[in-house]
């Protein structure tokens, strides 16, 4: 079974309306957490690293205020895009290592935004 | 800057045959490589990894080969069935478990 669950899978919402999706580890703790976005045929680019106590890290060109990301607890990250535009539909992925070295990554489902 | 690529966009092979997809990187720090499978509006799948101080790796069905002088990996999948048809990333990890993804390599196994 998935050990990353992301919820929602798919969500439509009308552009500047606010969206949230989750990032959760099942059965183990997660002290990172990474987003990535994916378009059609492309491959994942990584958007922020998650931090659980602490601010995430935006990878460069992307808009802090507009993914604001929240890692509320050692199981449970949350990305939210806010004032959503037609752009800004895409797949979006959570993944979260674990292991004694952090270099067994498991990646969520992914869900997909989007924007009316 | 660096980055991880791939040679081929598209691998088409009759079902039953050897599938090899091939990853070229140019960090040279990164000592971390994952291959996933990513179907079709789902998340990446882990597949196989190896580490730096490693050449070859053998999984179920498939194998990694590292080439660390040319800068060169590969994924093997030992007679390909239908249900290996996807797209096939590598990954490159140097250090931070963030990882940088290459650009895909679509598998499609003829039946």
């Known amino acids: 079974g998935a050990v990353v669950s992301q919820h929602p899978s798919r969500v439509i919402c009308k552009s500047g309306t606010s969206v949230k999706i989750e990032c959760r580890s099942l059965?183990?703790?997660?002290?990172?957490m990474f987003w990535y976005r994916q378009f059609p045929k492309k491959s994942l680019m990584l958007m922020a690293t998650?931090?659980?106590?602490?601010?995430?890290?935006?990878e460069q060109g992307v808009e802090k205020d507009k993914f604001l990301i929240n890692h509320a607890s050692l199981t449970l990250s949350t990305l939210t895009v806010t004032s959503a535009h037609p752009e800004d539909s895409s797949f979006y992925i959570c993944?979260?290592?674990?292991?004694?070295?952090?270099?067994?990554?498991?990646f969520g489902e992914g869900s997909w935004l989007t924007v009316v | 800057g660096e980055s991880v690529g791939l040679h081929l966009p598209t691998l088409s092979v009759q079902e039953g045959d050897n599938s090899i997809i091939n990853c070229a990187y140019s960090?040279?720090?990164?000592?971390?490589f994952i291959w996933y499978k990513q179907e079709s509006g789902k998340g990446p799948q882990f597949i196989i990894d190896?580490?730096?101080?490693?050449d070859k790796r053998q999984g179920q069905r498939v194998t990694v080969l590292l080439n660390k002088t040319v800068k060169h990996l590969s994924l093997q999948i030992a007679a390909t069935q239908p249900g290996d048809s996807a797209v096939y990333f590598c990954a490159e990890n140097t250090g931070r478990r963030a990882l940088t993804f290459g650009s895909g390599t679509r598998l499609q196994v003829q039946p």
């Open positions: 190896i580490r730096s101080n490693m």
């Open positions: 059965d183990f703790q997660a002290t990172t």
């Open positions: 960090n040279s720090a990164s000592d971390y």
């Open positions: 993944s979260a290592p674990t292991g004694q070295s952090g270099n067994t990554i498991y």
């Open positions: 998650s931090n659980e106590g602490s601010k995430a890290t935006y």
